[in-house]
């Protein structure tokens, strides 16, 4: 089945600084979503984006699905953006998704 | 809207114990999925149901059982219950093409003693 690596596992912030996380996949795939999981254990969309660039506020996402990564920017860190980012994809032969290890984000004030 | 909705929130079960996993969406999705996630993990996929009356194994199927009752519930059935299915259990939904956005619900933390 598909791969899909993420990196790096874990990061720690400033308050304000900003950061890339990277999604590689192993195959084409038909859709890619990033999610954040917060302390609370609960998974928020972010972003929808199987190809192309994205914004919304501070975080930003770009696929680039013929080189097979997205990269998701975070701006002007807050201790809110702390949490476990997943990446996941969805190949073409089926309707499921697989996720990524995640990335740990802490943010510190 | 509530989204998806999972239930219980919250159980310990004894090893052998039986017990259903509730899930319910209002978004009106053809698709639903079961994930488990372990900790420090990422999500990995038990069962999905691309429609009303089909289910399909994903990657870690074994000691599950799933029930597509109609197009808004679709609920996960451990019949013996195993401290190895100790996990944080999310039920997702999702449009019915492979172009899928899925949203998830809030998560059953299960704990098997």
């Known amino acids: 089945g598909i791969q899909v690596e993420q990196s790096p596992p874990d990061l720690i912030l400033q308050e304000g600084a900003n950061s890339t996380l990277r999604c590689n996949f192993s195959d084409s795939v038909n859709n890619l979503q990033w999610f954040h999981q917060n302390p609370w254990g609960q998974l928020i969309n972010l972003f929808y984006?199987?190809?192309g660039t994205k914004q919304n506020g501070r975080l930003s996402a770009t696929t680039v699905a013929t080189e097979r990564y997205s990269l998701l920017y975070i701006s002007s860190s807050q201790t809110t953006d702390s949490g476990v980012y997943f990446c996941a994809v969805q190949v073409n032969a089926g309707n499921m998704l697989t996720f990524g290890g995640g990335t740990r984000l802490m943010v510190k004030p | 809207n509530a989204g998806v909705t999972q239930t219980p929130k919250f159980q310990v079960l004894k090893t052998g114990q039986s017990m259903t996993l509730q899930c319910a969406q209002d978004m009106n999705h053809n698709s639903m999925y079961w994930y488990r996630q372990d900790p420090g993990m990422g999500l990995r996929l038990i069962y999905y149901?691309?429609?009303?009356?089909?289910?399909d194994k994903g990657e870690v199927p074994n000691g599950y059982n799933v029930s597509r009752l109609n197009k808004r519930e679709f609920s996960l059935r451990l019949e013996s219950a195993a401290p190895s299915q100790t996990s944080v259990y999310f039920c997702?939904?999702?449009?019915?093409?492979?172009?899928?956005?899925?949203?998830f619900g809030q998560g059953t933390r299960l704990t098997v003693v």
């Open positions: 997702a939904s999702g449009t019915e093409t492979l172009n899928t956005e899925a949203f």
């Open positions: 149901s691309a429609s009303e009356g089909t289910t």
């Open positions: 984006i199987p190809s």
